[in-house]
């Protein structure tokens, strides 16, 4: 991962009228890394991105793309910057390729050579000459990649880029925009109501909720956050093994099942108890600890909102 950042967002503000919709976003985002823009419906998250790729003005702050300002310098930060929404629009009656020879004409310098290294890139080579009426919905998203990314950017925004996929078609995706990331060494980021794929695809993410950053963090750190879990323990006597985690936890946080112990403790405290089931002469048979997954911790850092 890059250590210079490659987006600045600096005190971002916007109004609309006398409202303050976004206030004082501040985060930045590196090469190499997918980041994931999450916010609950009416949150901001669309106006950031907006005010991102210059399609909205700023009320305050500043957004630099490349240390390049998106409102002062427009021309010189937005040709640093891919950008699909949603379903990427294609001449379907071309060929893939004459697609992106159409496109290509809209840029200065390029290349034949970088087509097809993108085309490449996103595992397009073998279709790549066939008319995009007969693509697959998977297949029009890997081109509409591919046509973000002859420039050379170094700045990728994707708004719902597995909106419509079926399974296989979103875990290309996911696989293509690590590839990305990390082979190219672009920012990769990415808005999506799939929490289960945000997880998976993300290195790090940010929440805002009524234009305010909660927090941004590495996901893992994230969805693993919270100074207590659940751990159950298999064990061959469970009366006995009660007495024994009572002298770490308290009644309160313990519960008892068929053949298992379940304990609310921090994580830290695991392998004392494990040890004093041991000493104690019971035998244990298995440990688990239960996980959040990120929908869990959305949903209760946001207070159980609907994200867009």
């Known amino acids: 991962m890059s250590r210079k950042p490659l987006v ?10 006398k409202k303050e919709i976004i ?29 991102m790729v210059g399609l909205m003005k700023l009320s305050g702050g500043k957004i630099l793309i490349n240390g390049k300002n998106i ?37 200065k310098s390029v290349s034949k050579t970088r087509i097809a290294q993108v085309v490449e890139l996103v595992g397009l080579t073998d279709r790549i000459h066939e008319k995009v009426k007969t693509y697959s919905l998977g297949m029009r998203q890997r ?35 690590r590839e990305l990331a990390e082979k190219e060494g672009i920012a990769v980021i990415v808005s999506s109501h799939l929490l289960s ?24 750190e994230f969805v693993e956050s919270g ?21 770490h936890v308290k009644a309160e946080r313990i519960s008892l099942g068929n053949g298992y112990i379940e304990a609310e403790m921090e994580r830290d405290l695991i392998p ?15 440990i688990s600890s239960e996980t959040k997954t990120l929908e869990d911790k959305f949903l209760e850092v946001t207070g159980g909102k609907e994200i867009v």
């Open 8 to 17: 600045e967002l600096q005190d971002v503000k916007k109004k609309i009228g």
């Open 23 to 51: 206030h004082g976003l501040s985060f930045d985002i590196y090469g190499g890394e997918v980041f994931g823009f999450l916010g609950p419906n009416g949150a901001g998250k669309t106006t950031t991105i907006r005010m």
């Open 71 to 107: 409102e002062t310098e427009y021309k010189k930060a937005i040709s640093h910057i891919g950008a699909i929404v949603e379903n990427p629009e294609m001449y379907k009656f071309l060929t893939g390729y004459q697609n992106l020879i159409h496109y290509s004409r809209m840029v």
């Open 143 to 177: 081109l509409g990649l591919a046509q973000a990314l002859l420039h050379s950017p170094s700045v990728l925004i994707l708004d719902e880029p597995t909106n419509g996929l079926d399974p296989a078609g979103i875990r290309e995706i996911r696989h293509y925009l």
């Open 197 to 220: 794929e945000m997880e998976l695809m993300c290195d790090r993410i940010a929440i805002i909720q009524h234009g305010k950053l909660i927090g941004v963090q590495s996901t893992k």
């Open 227 to 247: 100074r207590t879990r659940k751990v159950r323990f298999l064990v061959d006597e469970v009366a006995a093994a009660r007495h024994a985690v009572s002298h």
């Open 272 to 286: 004392e108890v494990t040890a004093t089931l041991v000493v104690e002469g019971l035998k244990v048979y298995g």
